[in-house]
């Protein structure tokens, strides 16, 4: 079965910088987009950074030109760069897979990671 472990999150400064992973097992033959979703406290869950298969990228707008999402192939492992963090980008980071319609592909999220950016 597919197992998504998402790892890298912490407590932050504003302005500072951190790098969550995603490491993947299981068949993802059929995957086409993997992507970063985040929930903070009170709001829904929103997709924040995608990759497809051939490497193109979308970002939300109040993510785009701080975050940088990637992917290494040989390790089974997606990225997201965060800079600049602020206090609104505080929340729980998932990885999941994502359909066309910028949904998580797959019905059980993972524990995810804690992203906490001070003032």
């Known amino acids: 079965q597919v197992q998504l472990v998402e790892s890298g999150g912490g407590l932050v400064q504003a302005g500072g910088s951190l790098r969550l992973s995603c490491a993947a097992s299981?068949?993802?033959?059929?995957?086409?987009?993997m992507g970063w979703f985040r929930q903070a406290p009170g709001k829904e869950r929103e997709l924040v950074a995608t990759?497809?298969?051939?490497?193109?990228?979308n970002y939300a707008d109040s993510v785009k030109g701080r975050f940088t999402i990637s992917r290494d192939n040989a390790k089974r492992t997606v990225y997201l760069q965060m800079n600049g963090l602020k206090p609104e980008d505080t929340a729980v980071y998932y990885c999941?897979?994502?359909?066309?319609?910028?949904?998580?592909?797959?019905?059980?999220w993972g524990q995810g990671t804690q992203v906490t950016v001070s003032s």
């Open positions: 999941n897979a994502v359909t066309s319609r910028g949904l998580g592909y797959f019905g059980s």
């Open positions: 299981g068949d993802l033959s059929s995957i086409t987009a």
């Open positions: 990759i497809a298969s051939n490497g193109r990228t």
